[in-house]
Structures are given as C-alpha cells and as structure tokens.
C-alpha cells in the first residue's frame, strides 16, 4: 500500500522527539509519522488516535514489526483529553496532528472521498457511524446546505448548487459521488465549473461535516496546549486555508498576552501565554517533495512550544 506522509522529517524534527517521552499521534492514518515517533522512543511511550477501522488494522501490524510501546486508541481525537486521562497520561510531551486525508482513503472509491471516481457519496472516517455525505445532501434543508457550503467551502455559487441539489433530490435519490459532480456542474454551467471546479471544495465541505473536523480541531488543540509538558511540542500539519486559519488563531490565542495586560511588568500567571511558535510563518514542502508527492502541495506545518 502506496501512502505518503506530508512533510515528514520535518514533522518529526519539530516534534524534537526524547527517547523517553510520551507522544501522541492524533491522526494515526496509515503510520507513517507514528512509525518515525516510534523508532526515536526507547522507553517512553506513543497514543495513537484513529476514527478509521480499515488504518487502525494496517497500522497496528506495521508499528509492531517496530516496537511494543504503542496503544492505538480507536476514536477520533475530538476525546483527546478524556481517552489520554483514561490512559494516565494527562502530561505528554509532543502531539502531532495531520490533518489531511491519506492517499488510500482517497484512492479507495467505495469511501466516497473522490470527486474524480465513481463510488456511493460516504465520507466517514467512523464507519460504524451512519451519518454521511449522503445524509447531508438528502436530508439538509436548503438554507442549511447553503450555510454549510458558504462556510466549509468557501464557495461564492453555492446558491445555484444548492438549488440543482433540491431541484434533483426531488426526483430522485442522490447517492453516487459523480452523480453529485455533474449536479454541481449543471447548478453553476461548464464554463464555471472547468474553471474553478467548484467540486473540490464541495466535498471538502461535506467531508468537514461528516466528520465533524473543525470542531475536533477548536476542542482538541487547545487541550493539547494545557496537556503539554514544558518544552513539548505540537506540530500541526493542514491542507486548506480553512483549517490553518483555525490552528492560526488557537496558537495566536494562546501564544500571546492579553491586550488587557499588555506592557505591565507583573502579568498574572493565569493570563501568561502557554506557548511559544517555534515559526512564525508556516513551513511548507520542499520542491522534492511537491514532485514526489502532488497531493503535498498545499501542506503547511505550524510549531509550537509549551514555556
């Protein structure tokens, strides 16, 4: 199985890995960044986060040809805290989130992630979970899916998608993943759509949804903050500007003063800021990497330090 892990090596050097350290891997996926964590610690110990049934299988076998200090912990990390308390491990030193989708979930059509290929309209991480994309598209009332796609889209003609969607559903069923491409085509016209493809950010709306990714991010990140241990690390690794905002700010929060408390000499301990950014501006792909690996393209990878 042919899985990239985005920015790898530099992941792992931001992380600054100790061989006794306790380390968390938020998203799992196919154990690529969690096999490097794994080789660098000798006594200490990696929690491993996944939503995904199919990842877990493939990872806990390739992690175990490694070593034997691991625990995959099956949910997705919106539980960060609660599950890693349930595991006495409420101080850790070094989580990584990476936020994208790995490429076989995309390459699998049956999982409905693809625009590009045929497969039922699915999306779950959670399989064992019945809420889908294609609940969303059926069920959704109009101005909610217009809600939905202004704001996890980004997409200035969601009105005319959102209208081709009601319009089609009244007849029939949506339930394919190209079925619901060529909606979103007639909705806006060919012209637009072979321009802008509007269908990537479409599904990246329903794929958020699904699996409820950004209020996982604004819940988990934060608790990661409070977990770590001084001189631990969070690196986070996003892929569209929605998500990077979003980390952006929780490190802008929690990495700065409070303007109330801005230029006293004695700050209280409580409004001190936790973190520190290891880069002030995002760092992205080499050009090596771009070339190996297309899908790496928009990565971008944020530091933080605990003080």
Same mark, same amino acid.
């Given at each position: 199985?042919?899985?990239?892990?985005?920015?790898?090596?530099?992941?792992?050097?931001?992380l600054n890995?100790?061989?006794?350290?306790?380390?968390?891997?938020?998203?799992?996926?196919?154990?690529?960044?969690?096999?490097?964590?794994?080789?660098?610690?000798?006594?200490?110990?990696?929690?491993?986060?996944?939503?995904?049934?199919?990842?877990?299988?493939?990872?806990?076998?390739?992690?175990?040809?490694?070593?034997?200090?691991?625990?995959?912990?099956?949910?997705?990390?919106?539980?960060?805290?609660?599950?890693?308390?349930?595991?006495?491990?409420?101080?850790?030193?070094?989580?990584?989130?990476?936020?994208?989708?790995?490429?076989?979930?995309?390459?699998?059509?049956?999982?409905?992630f693809s625009?590009?290929?045929?497969?039922?309209?699915?999306?779950?991480?959670?399989?064992?979970?019945?809420?889908?994309?294609?609940?969303?598209?059926?069920?959704?009332?109009?101005?909610?899916?217009?809600?939905?796609?202004?704001?996890?889209?980004?997409?200035?003609?969601?009105? #005319?998608?959102? =209208?081709?969607? &009601? +319009?089609?559903?009244?007849? $029939?069923?949506? *339930?394919? @993943?190209? /079925?619901?491409?060529?909606?979103?085509?007639?909705?806006?016209?060919?012209?637009?759509?072979?321009?802008?493809?509007?269908?990537?950010?479409?599904?990246?709306?329903?794929?958020?949804?699904?699996?409820?990714?950004?209020?996982?991010?604004?819940?988990?990140?934060?608790?990661?903050?409070?977990?770590?241990?001084?001189?631990?690390?969070?690196?986070?690794?996003?892929?569209?500007?929605?998500?990077?905002?979003?980390?952006?700010?929780?490190?802008?929060?929690?990495?700065?003063?409070d303007e109330?408390?801005?230029?006293?000499?004695?700050?209280? #301990?409580?409004? =001190?800021?936790? &973190? +520190?950014?290891?880069?002030? $501006?995002?760092? *992205?792909? @080499?050009? /090596?990497?771009?070339?190996?690996?297309?899908?790496?393209?928009?990565?971008?990878?944020?530091?933080?330090?605990?003080?």
């Amino acid at each position: 199985m042919k899985h990239y892990s985005v920015m790898l090596q530099a992941a792992i050097k931001g992380l600054n890995v100790k061989d006794d350290g306790i380390y968390v891997d938020a998203t799992l996926g196919y154990a690529g960044h969690s096999s490097e964590i794994l080789k660098r610690i000798k006594t200490g110990k990696l929690f491993a986060f996944d939503a995904d049934s199919e990842a877990i299988n493939y990872s806990r076998h390739l992690l175990s040809e490694i070593s034997s200090n691991f625990k995959i912990i099956h949910s997705n990390f919106f539980y960060l805290k609660e599950k890693l308390e349930e595991e006495g491990a409420s101080e850790v030193d070094g989580f990584l989130f990476d936020l994208g989708l790995s490429s076989p979930e995309i390459d699998n059509e049956e999982r409905g992630f693809s625009f590009m290929k045929d497969g039922l309209l699915d999306m779950r991480m959670d399989q064992s979970k019945d809420f889908s994309a294609k609940t969303i598209v059926n069920t959704y009332k109009e101005e909610d899916l217009l809600k939905l796609f202004y704001e996890y889209a980004e997409e200035k003609r969601s009105k #005319e998608i959102v =209208k081709e969607i &009601i +319009k089609y559903r009244k007849a $029939k069923e949506i *339930t394919h @993943t190209l /079925e619901l491409v060529e909606i979103i085509k007639n909705g806006v016209g060919a012209n637009y759509f072979y321009k802008h493809h509007p269908e990537r950010t479409i599904f990246q709306a329903l794929r958020i949804e699904v699996n409820g990714e950004l209020k996982a991010i604004e819940k988990a990140l934060p608790e990661a903050i409070k977990m770590l241990k001084k001189g631990g690390r969070i690196c986070v690794i996003t892929f569209h500007s929605l998500e990077d905002r979003l980390v952006k700010q929780i490190f802008k929060k929690y990495s700065e003063v409070d303007e109330i408390f801005k230029g006293m000499p004695d700050i209280p #301990e409580e409004y =001190k800021p936790l &973190i +520190k950014l290891i880069n002030k $501006k995002p760092l *992205t792909p @080499t050009e /090596e990497e771009i070339k190996e690996n297309s899908r790496s393209k928009s990565a971008k990878l944020r530091i933080v330090e605990r003080i």
